[in-house]
Nanobody, 111 residues
Framework: QVQLEESGGGLVQAGGSLRLTCTAS????????LGWFRQAPGKEEEFVAA???????TYGDAVKGRFTVSRDNTKNTMYLQMNDLRSEDTGVYYC?????WGRGTKVTVTS
């Protein structure tokens, strides 16, 4: 059983920044892809970003150029640096490892 724990969410004004963290309890962390997803109130889940074990990253169209995903395999941790936040970025952000999901961290962007 793998446990994922997100942190770093909060309340921020539009144009501001936040850094989310996802920590995993697994010894195989470095071998697999990782992803960030989000769900806004009343909306479907949306892909945000993913990072391969090689370090190659991909992003959803809505966040390209503003968000950066990274990982530190020595700490079993993945990060999501979010800059130039907009009200439409509001939602609960989840990290995913294989078929495991964290409980999410809430991000609220006020305009």
């Amino acid at each position: 059983q793998v446990q994922l724990e997100e942190s770093g969410g909060g309340l921020v004004q539009a144009g501001g920044s936040l850094r989310l963290t996802c920590t995993a309890s697994t010894l195989s962390f470095s071998s697999y892809h990782l992803g960030w997803f989000r769900q806004a109130p009343g909306k479907e889940e949306e892909f945000v970003a993913a990072i391969r074990w090689t370090g190659h990253s991909t992003y959803g169209d809505a966040v390209k150029g503003r968000f950066t995903v990274s990982r530190d395999n020595t700490k079993n941790t993945m990060y999501l640096q979010m800059n130039d936040l907009r009200s439409e970025d509001t939602g609960v952000y989840y990290c995913k490892y294989l078929h495991y999901w964290g409980r999410g961290t809430k991000v609220t962007v006020t305009s």
